[in-house]
């Protein structure tokens, strides 16, 4: 059975900052594409960023030079790293590995980022 385990979540006052890590097994690190995901209440779940095996990134406009995505691979762990934040980043933030090749696709248990006004 495949894991992300999370962690890095939590409260911040708006302008501060987080980072979030997400690791899992070598086998799906190494292949994967590694992203993160946010899902605000009474919203639908949306991309943050995304890193492929490669390194090529991709982030949603609305966290474009604020966020930065990364991967160390002697670590199998994906980061987050959050700047700048404003309330409108509050949402529980998924971890996710998606296959290049196939439809395996799986999800951590989501972390909690709360950023105060």
């Known amino acids: 059975q495949v894991q992300l385990v999370e962690s890095g979540g939590g409260l911040v006052q708006a302008g501060g900052s987080l980072r979030l890590s997400c690791t899992t097994s070598?086998?799906?690190?190494?292949?994967?594409?590694m992203g993160w995901y946010r899902q605000a209440p009474g919203k639908q779940r949306e991309l943050v960023a995304v890193?492929?095996?490669?390194?090529?990134?991709n982030y949603a406009d609305s966290v474009k030079g604020r966020f930065t995505i990364s991967r160390a691979n002697a670590k199998n762990t994906v980061y987050l790293q959050m700047n700048t934040l404003i309330p409108e980043d509050t949402a529980v933030y998924y971890c996710n590995a998606r296959s290049p090749v196939t439809t395996q696709n799986y999800w951590g248990q989501g972390t909690q980022v709360t950023v105060s006004s």
């Open positions: 890193i492929t095996s490669g390194g090529n990134t």
């Open positions: 070598g086998t799906i690190f190494r292949i994967f594409a």
